[in-house]
């Protein structure tokens, strides 16, 4: 794909979260973990690549102690859909014992989150809490349900604030959809 190919899927997306309601979602989300989880000295993992940019904006309103690592786990490689799990990096052995709240971009089909869920508990995690900036509303029966969750978005394609299209976009502050073919 080309930059101009990129421009034009831009250009043709639907913004469906504002730059500024992605801030306002941040600061609520980052207030009701902070009531929940302050105390629990956690340890947060952050989901390569797509939580990078939602863990780089809510981190810092976090204002609790914490420890910060991350994983890679994907199931898409760049497609707009998902296929099977595939580990890249797993968290340390610093997860034995301890409260975890893992930081992921989207809850789409949930098979992604119930996997890092497993994957934590069969490590050792005394507790695995998920936080997510977008939930797709996609009518599925998931096998997790995210325990804090920023905003509920269509079942459509979406990418920005680290979700990408095609493996491009994942920088841009507010939420996009596909145009539906």
């Known amino acids: 794909m080309t930059s101009l190919d990129a421009q034009q899927l ?3 997306a639907e913004c469906i979260a504002s730059e500024g309601e992605v801030q306002a979602v941040l600061d609520r989300l980052a207030g009701e973990i902070a009531l929940g989880l302050r105390d629990t ?10 939580a990078v940019v939602f863990a780089g904006q809510l981190l810092p309103r976090l204002r609790f102690p914490l420890e910060f690592d991350y994983l890679h786990v994907t199931r898409y490689r760049g497609k707009t859909e ?6 890249r ?24 989150l119930a996997a890092i869920r497993d994957k934590l508990v069969g490590m ?9 900036l977008t939930n797709k509303d996609n009518g ?22 680290g979700m990408d299209a095609y493996g491009l976009w994942r920088n841009l502050p507010a939420i996009y959809a596909l145009k539906d073919k």
């Open 89 to 112: 990096v797993l968290p340390g052995q610093n997860v034995v014992g301890r409260n975890v709240l893992v930081l992921d971009d989207i809850l789409d089909e949930g098979e992604t």
């Open 124 to 132: 050792g995690a005394a507790h695995v809490w998920s936080a997510v």
């Open 10 to 12: 831009l250009d043709h």
């Open 140 to 161: 599925l029966d998931k096998p997790i349900r995210a325990d804090f969750v920023g905003l509920d978005v269509p079942n459509r394609y979406v990418f920005g604030c």
């Open 41 to 50: 000295f956690p340890l947060v993992l952050a989901v390569m690549g797509g």
């Open 82 to 87: 998902g296929g099977e799990v595939e580990w």
